[in-house]
């Protein structure tokens, strides 16, 4: 069955400049759109009407998917954009998350209340992309397709050790205002917070976004962190056997400054059998720098994997 995407005037969702290549214990504050007024609401998704989580990156919540969450609601399907402990909405401070299976909570409750028989298409941004990679090797059979955009994909062949000590290789980046503090001594020093400032926003995450999204960021993002405990860097973090039996979609964003095209590439190179797809002229906040582009690229990567 065509997809809706293609019952909707082109000149408003235009389809995305493609590369295409192959390769290798109360509820929490969720961003949930629901059907516009003149669609029909249903339990279970038809072929034509899908369920979207979208999975935000660090120090964002689910108030970044805000532009692409209207496209997809106004064409009838479901989306779900959880804040992250300690993220968007969510009432914790991030010196209160101690693991990150807690920063993970609010993901993993929207999984497990997806219905049985459903299945998404959980995609995953930037620092997102290792979230959804546990919420795939916890629930293997509620997913139809992962999509990981300029994202950390770890990998049963590629394990998050593997990755950190690849990124360690690359040049660094002046963080310009941004603050970054570290702890820990030796080996072991880590990343234990990260603030975004506004001058660094705007030359390497949001370049190409509109002022008023920069504005926007600025007044909603919150503290960062990364996360290296046991939960994350143990050996079966993802296996093969739940993880790998996923589908997994790879969207690259050529004009990203954080994470290079290269870098990108590389992650899905060390992943074999995942789909790679090229989204020309993105920078790294493409949902609100080509909400319409990607709209058609996510409708066209679900008709696909349904």
């Known amino acids: 069955m065509a997809s809706l995407l293609f019952q909707l005037p082109s000149r408003l969702y235009p389809k995305p400049n493609l590369l295409l290549s192959k390769t290798n214990t109360n509820p929490l504050p969720t961003l949930r ?174 370049h190409l976004c509109a002022p008023e999204d920069v504005t926007l960021a600025m007044m909603l993002l919150r503290e960062g962190k990364l996360f290296f405990d046991s939960s994350i860097t143990r050996d079966d973090f993802v296996t093969a056997e739940k993880h790998g039996s996923v589908s997994r979609v790879y969207v690259v964003c050529n004009q990203d400054r954080s994470i290079s095209p290269e870098t990108q590439k590389w992650l899905v190179e060390m992943s074999p059998g995942t789909e790679l797809l090229e989204l020309d002229g993105a920078d790294h906040m493409p949902m609100l720098s080509m909400p319409k582009e990607l709209f058609s690229l996510l409708v066209d990567i679900s008709d696909r994997y349904q």
């Not at 300029?150 to 998050?160: G, I, K, Q, R, V």
């Open 33 to 206: 759109c629901k059907p516009a007024p003149n669609c029909t609401k249903q339990d279970h998704p038809t072929p034509t009407s899908r369920h979207f989580v979208l999975v935000h990156g660090m120090s964002h919540g689910g108030w970044a998917w805000y532009k692409l969450a209207t496209l997809l609601n106004e064409a009838g399907h479901h989306v779900t954009a959880p804040d992250l402990a300690a993220s968007g909405l969510h009432p914790k401070r991030m010196d209160e998350v101690n693991t990150f299976e807690e920063y993970c909570e609010p993901l993993m409750e929207v999984m497990e209340a997806v219905p049985a028989g459903e299945r998404v298409v959980l995609v995953g941004h930037s620092y997102g992309g290792i979230p959804v990679s546990l919420a795939m090797e916890r629930f293997p059979h509620k997913i139809s397709v992962a999509v990981f955009m300029n994202a950390s994909m770890p990998s049963s062949t590629n394990s998050l050790a593997d990755i950190t000590k690849e990124f360690s290789k690359r040049p660094k980046k002046d963080t310009m205002d941004s603050k970054a503090v570290y702890g820990g001594e030796g080996d072991n020093i880590a990343l234990r917070s990260f603030t975004f400032g506004p001058k660094h926003l705007r030359a390497i995450y949001y």
